[in-house]
């Protein structure tokens, strides 16, 4: 390469962006016989989405010299992809916005997972990604991040992913679980197997979002700073709001329930993250945590059977941010990516006079809520009449678990392998050991018995 043509980038704005993480969130909030496979998904859905990314996704995706709704080839098995810069992104190489925005792609349908999670195939899950990736991810984000995006022409202020990444699995969460329809024993008490993995996936995730929320400024500076202090005050303030809404009525406090409440204002401050203020973040954070949390009530009213509470506090939590930040949004928040004194920096939404931007955002949200769920709603469907591609388990698979049915493994030495819960293999072990008492002159004695995963 000629270096005299070589940009001079900056070294610092390249190490910031490569740093979001995933966790163990879901795994800990399922059932224990269903761990595994939900940590196997999220493995999976990064290789395949990568795959797919690198073949044609990033360049339908952020061409440009696309249309207004998608992409072209232009950067094909990554042609074109290296030390140039992209136009989004003019501080880092095309090679390190590529792998930066294939983090979002990968972790989009991972999210739309948990909806549909301890009754859905495996095997048909990992097809749904890829062609899911294609049909849904790459036509939404381009509409919002692509220079030339219907979306992003009028102005849509997404910051950091409310909009292709929370309300499109959202939607195709919604879609996913209706396919499916509910579990076998929804009506029975499911509980989270691991409290500590979902503390812990927590951590990660909240970690993870730094990377995505202030990463999204594309390079190291006093914006990129903002957006990280507003992600975690909304996040701060989401996870106590839910401990004290859940406290009126159960009057204990929680830490699924803090944990759960962190991820929706982390949700909800994801896309004004780098265009609203600390102060306006703290709002962001109080009414997206209590919005999410009435919904969550509201799904278990009306009987929706959405495992792990993916449009509750996702699509829900996106939605919410995504009208606010048309409401908060400021332009002396901007400002602080571009050079002092610059007059070409865009004005805000409410607080700046600017009442029209709320209307682009409601666009934003309508336009890619229906094509994601009518498009998962589409590809479920054709793949469940597909003979080899059904969907949903058989009942006795959904009743052994997915672990054992579909890998063979399961997430604990200790779990029993040909039963399907703990419970039973206790009773087992209580009855056998009653049976060799009534055999033996020395009555045998009958273990205690330990704790139902």
Known sequence: MDTAATPNYDSGSIAWILCPGLGLFYSGLARAKNALSLMFLTMIAVSVVSIQWYFWGYSLTFSETGGPFIGD?????????????????????????????????????????????????????????????????????????????????RGVMDYAGGTPVHISSGSAAVAYALVLGKRKDYNKSNQPHNVSFVYIGTGLLWFGWFGFNAGSALAANARAVQALINTHLAGSVGGLVWVLLDYRHEKKLSLIGYCTGAVAGLATITPGSGYVSGASSLVFGLLGSAICNI??????????????????????????????????????????????????????????GNYHRILIQMAAIGSVTAWSFLGTYVILTVMNRIPGLHLRLDENEEEMGTDMAQMGETAYGFLPKSMTDSSLAVGAFQLKAMEEATTSTTPAVIQPSVQQA
């Not at 990736?133 to 022409?153: E, H, K």
């Not at 002396?332 to 805000?348: K, R």
Request: charged content about 10%.
């Open 73 to 153: 080839l232009a950067h094909f098995v990554g042609r074109n992809v290296g030390w140039n810069a992209h136009p989004n992104a003019p501080n880092i190489p095309s090679s390190t916005f590529f792998i930066f925005q294939l983090m979002f792609a990968c972790i989009t349908p991972a999210l739309a997972f948990g909806a549909s999670a301890e009754r859905m195939k495996m095997g048909p899950s990992i097809l749904f990604l890829f062609i899911w990736s294609t049909v849904v991810y790459n036509f939404t984000t381009y509409w919002i991040w692509s220079p030339n995006g219907w979306l992003s022409v």
């Open 295 to 352: 919904c969550v009530a509201w799904k278990s009213k009306y009987h929706f059977d959405d495992a792990l509470d993916v449009f509750a506090v996702h699509y829900v939590g996106g939605l919410v941010g995504l009208l606010l930040t048309g409401i908060f949004a400021q332009q002396s928040i901007m400002a602080l990516s571009y050079p002092v004194g610059a007059t070409d920096v865009p004005i805000g939404g409410f607080l700046d």
